[in-house]
Structure formats: structure tokens, C-alpha cells
Nanobody
Framework: QVQLAESGGRSVQAGGSLRLACAAS????????IGWVRQAPGKEREWVAT????????FLAASVEGRFTISRDNARNTVNLQMTKLQPEETAVYYC???????????????????WGQGTQVTVSS
């Protein structure tokens, strides 16, 4: 099992940047795929990015590619989401989620993630 805790959410002006952190506890962190998901008010959860165990090749949603970066530090059991050029419509609760490296299915399929954090609020004002 793995426990996840997000941090770093706050209010920011449109066009600004923010870095979110996902800290994981539990053993064998390096055997988990870690994803970032967001949920805007009144909308369904939306996949944002995923880091595989090696962190070598990140996967990003088209809507954030070129602006967001996902990075992983297995020694510190953390996965960060660096966000730039934020827009008001990206106001949401941002969650990190984990699934076993053995789980199949698209990284964007939220139902494949077994473990979820409590989320951190990001508010982008215009």
C-alpha cells in the first residue's frame, strides 16, 4: 500500500506558476505509477500527467503539454508537478494518485488508479 499527500496549492494570478508536490509513504514507492488529476468545480476529474517508476518518460495531457512538467524523485518518494502559464479555468483541486506498475490500461484512465491523496486547492485568478 501507499499513502499520498499533496501540498503546494494556493492562489495565483493568471499566467503565473506553481509547483505541487506529492509525497508518498509506504514501501516500494518505485514500483508505482504516479499520476496527477484535477477536478474543477462542477466538473469531472480530469487526468493531467503521469510519471512511470523510472520517471524517464513523462506522460502529459494535451491541454497542459508545454506548460506543465512532471518529475519524480524515488529517493525522496516524491512526484512534483511544475505548472506554468496557469489560466483561471485551471482552478481545481489537484490530486495525486497511484497504481501498481503491473496495472494495465491507459494512464489517463482514472479508474486504474488505486490510491488517492486528499487533494490540494489551486485557484487561478484573472
Amino acid at each position: 500500500q501507499v499513502q499520498l499527500a499533496e501540498s503546494g496549492g494556493r492562489s495565483v494570478q493568471a499566467g503565473g506558476s506553481l509547483r505541487l508536490a506529492c509525497a508518498a509513504s509506504g514501501h516500494t514507492f518505485s514500483s508505482y505509477v504516479i499520476g496527477w488529476v484535477r477536478q474543477a468545480p462542477g466538473k469531472e476529474r480530469e487526468w493531467v500527467a503521469t510519471s512511470t517508476p523510472t520517471g524517464v518518460r513523462p506522460f502529459l495531457a494535451a491541454s497542459v503539454e508545454g506548460r506543465f512538467t512532471i518529475s519524480r524523485d524515488n529517493a525522496r518518494n516524491t512526484v512534483n508537478l511544475q505548472m506554468t502559464k496557469l489560466q483561471p479555468e485551471e482552478t481545481a483541486v489537484y490530486y495525486c494518485a497511484a497504481r501498481s506498475v503491473l496495472t494495465t490500461g491507459l494512464y489517463s484512465n482514472l479508474r486504474t488508479y488505486e490510491y488517492w491523496g486528499q487533494g490540494t486547492q489551486v485557484t487561478v485568478s484573472s
